[in-house]
């Protein structure tokens, strides 16, 4: 099988290239940030006017790079004067104070810096103190579904959707298969990994089996609203006693990991954002589902919900939940040129009721920029009488809004 070209990510870096910065990939363990990494390097080193100097910690082969000082040899013994030289490193926090050898090469005009590395070590609080301002990070987030079907060679159809629905998009479920078991097993051991090395090892934290609690209450909960206050309650309940300010702390870090978003509330009417109940969704349905043992009966509204706000972040919207005086807006989401549309997502309208709810919310919004529902239902792009947009899911995953 031919490379698979991720090509919004080759995209995205080439858009830096040429303006002095260093490129970071960042993003949860196991996305394919060291794939991208390479899918660049295949690219550029066809060009004759490139230098690739190009570290893979990760290879005994550069085990002889062990420090800032080891990393500026091997770099000035590689380095060609004229062309233009990448220096490409996989794992970099694995060269102790690389940042010192980053900082003295990338304003040469002729060199251009891409990294990447384990974000127990790369996270942005992290990098403006070790690095600088100059740098830029682009998310790698899990394969979207076009790329999920394009990894698997699977089709456009309903049976492909309810895949990625049940699996997600780790791209390393390319070599594993989609046999449930196999994959709830690799799911679970990429899981654990960014658990243990970028949550409990990074910060120190000795009471792994609240942690553990809290993930799986934020994998039940998925799309819910909730206060660390309601949490801290509802731990108690469960005979686990824990202060709302701990949980606070712990979600940051879980959010630092990219293991879950945080997503805040706005307030539609009042135009403000509020400072508590917020949302959470898990950077890979995939790994949500393992979490709380597979897709379960009542649970695909909230996985699709967790889908559509992944795919709004790829599509570059910036994302909020909506409150309209007592009426809850799945999400807001806007551009930074002020583009924005309100997005309410429903598994299936399968009656008046339901049909109601979710575009009466949409129609209480007075002013005039887009609205959508998003369903498994109907596949045609539909217009309530209102202007409300109805798109199926598929066609939101394939063709945007």
């Known amino acids: 099988m031919d490379a698979i070209i991720r090509q919004s990510y080759l995209d995205k870096i080439e ?7 260093i490129i970071i990939l960042t993003g949860q363990r196991r996305v394919g940030k060291s794939y991208i990494l390479r899918m660049f390097k295949d690219k550029v080193q066809t060009d004759e006017q490139t230098n690739i100097i190009f570290i893979d910690k990760e290879k005994n082969d550069y085990d002889n790079i062990k420090t800032y000082q080891d990393l500026n040899a091997h770099i000035d013994e590689r380095y060609k004067e004229n062309k233009i030289n990448y220096i490409l490193i996989d794992e970099v926090q694995d060269i102790k104070d690389f940042e010192k050898s ?11 810096i891409i990294i990447t590395g384990s974000n127990s070590m790369m996270l942005s609080s992290d990098l403006s103190n070790r690095i600088g301002g100059r740098y ?4 790698v987030q899990a394969l979207s579904y076009e790329e999920f079907m394009l990894f698997h060679q699977l089709p456009d159809s309903d049976d492909t959707l309810a895949l990625y629905i049940q699996f997600g998009g780790l791209p390393g479920l390319l070599k594993i298969g989609l046999d449930e078991q196999d994959a709830r097993e690799y799911q679970k051991d990429v899981y654990n990994t960014v658990l243990l090395k970028d949550v409990i090892m990074r ?5 792994v089996p609240f942690l553990e609690n809290l993930v799986r209450f934020l994998s039940d909960n998925t799309g819910k609203i909730f206060s660390a206050n309601s949490i801290s309650k509802y731990m108690v309940s469960q005979g686990q006693s824990i202060t709302s300010s701990a949980i ?7 959010c630092d990991s990219y293991i879950i978003h945080k997503v805040n509330r706005y307030d539609i009417h009042g135009k403000k954002l509020f400072e508590s109940n917020d949302k959470y969704y898990f950077e890979d349905n995939g790994i949500r589902n393992a979490i709380v043992g597979g897709t379960r009966e009542g649970d695909i509204e909230k996985v699709i919900e967790n889908i559509v706000y992944n795919h709004l972040i790829r599509l570059g919207y910036e994302v909020n939940v909506g409150k309209l005086r007592d009426r809850e807006i799945d999400f807001i989401a806007q551009k930074p040129q002020g583009h924005k549309v309100y997005v309410q997502v429903s598994y299936i309208i399968a009656d008046e009721a339901t049909r109601k709810r979710e575009f009466g919310n949409l129609r209480d919004i007075k002013d005039n920029y887009p609205k959508y529902v998003i369903s498994t239902t109907p596949l045609l792009t539909q217009n309530d009488e209102n202007g409300i947009t109805h798109l199926h899911l598929r066609k939101f995953l394939t063709q945007g809004l």
Request: glycine share 2%; net charge positive.
């Open 248 to 254: 606070i702390n712990y979600i940051k870090i879980l």
């Open 136 to 139: 830029k990070e682009i998310y």
């Open 15 to 21: 858009k830096f290239l040429g303006k002095d910065f």
């Open 203 to 207: 910060n120190s934290i000795r009471n």
């Open 102 to 112: 980053l900082r003295s090469y990338y304003e040469i005009p002729n060199i251009e």
